[in-house]
């Protein structure tokens, strides 16, 4: 059973960092993928940074060369650091994984509340 809470989200002017947060409540060591999404008002969510429990990392083009996304399985926890903001990056960003429901065994969305990015001067 996992939860996850989202934390490091503020506003910022552009060109600024943000290190956002993502803690489970339990283990997150037997969890292969997980992954941080955004959404803007309007928007479709859209995945942003995905790692894998050995460290192999995906990113959307926009933000490949600006964001880096790891992981501390000790910690129970993942992050998303966030360099040369642009207010295109507002969004309220979600952490989320795929895993089978420990009852039920069907393959289960778990998200965390999200927390928000704002990018503005």
């Known amino acids: 059973q996992v939860q996850l809470v989202e934390s490091g989200g503020g506003l910022v002017q552009p060109g600024g960092s943000l290190r956002l947060s993502c803690q489970a409540s339990?283990?997150?060591?037997?969890?292969?993928?997980m992954n941080w999404y955004r959404q803007a008002p309007g928007k479709q969510r859209e995945l942003v940074a995905a790692?894998?429990?050995?460290?192999?990392?995906h990113y959307v083009d926009s933000v490949a060369p600006r964001f880096t996304v790891s992981r501390d399985n000790a910690k129970n926890t993942v992050y998303l650091q966030m360099n040369n903001l642009k207010p295109e990056d507002t969004a309220r960003y979600y952490c989320h994984t795929n895993i089978l429901h420990p009852d039920t065994f069907l393959p289960t969305d778990y998200w965390g509340q999200g927390t928000q990015v704002t990018v503005s001067s």
């Open positions: 339990g283990s997150i060591f037997r969890i292969n993928v």
């Open positions: 790692i894998t429990r050995s460290g192999n990392t």
